[in-house]
């Protein structure tokens, strides 16, 4: 059973830079495609970045493009990082996996592909 633990969570004023890790055990990333994904207070959960399984191809959403990169070792870890970051960057982010075999092209932002999930880490931006 694969399990995910975030962290790097913190609170950050407006302009600053967090790096949030993922660790994944019980699996190694090279067979899963990873995401990270965000819900702010009051909102459903988004879609922030992605990376296949082999680490050749990522997704990044509009809002935080040229800002957050995702990376990944191919072994146990993935890494978010957050330079100029926002309020409205505000919210829990979750690292996420796929199945094996899954493939992320076209439905890389869909919560659905990700059947495994961490217990997320808070991110909290001010003003």
């Known amino acids: 059973q694969v399990q995910l633990v975030e962290s790097g969570g913190g609170s950050v004023q407006a302009g600053g830079s967090l790096r949030l890790s993922c660790v994944v055990s019980?699996?190694?990333?090279?067979?899963?495609?990873m995401g990270w994904f965000r819900q702010p207070p009051g909102k459903e959960r988004e879609a922030v970045a992605a990376?296949?399984?082999?680490?050749?191809?990522t997704y990044t959403t509009d809002s935080v493009k040229d800002r957050f990169t995702i990376s990944g070792d191919n072994r146990k870890n993935i890494s978010l990082q957050m330079n100029s970051l926002r309020p409205e960057d505000t919210a829990v982010y979750y690292c996420?996996?796929?199945?094996?075999?899954?493939?992320?092209?076209?439905?890389?932002?869909?919560?659905?592909?990700?059947?495994?999930w961490g217990q997320g880490t808070q991110v909290t931006v001010s003003s």
């Open positions: 990376i296949d399984r082999d680490g050749s191809t």
């Open positions: 019980g699996d190694t990333i090279f067979r899963r495609n």
């Open positions: 996420a996996a796929t199945q094996p075999g899954e493939y992320l092209a076209g439905r890389w932002y869909l919560p659905a592909v990700y059947p495994y």
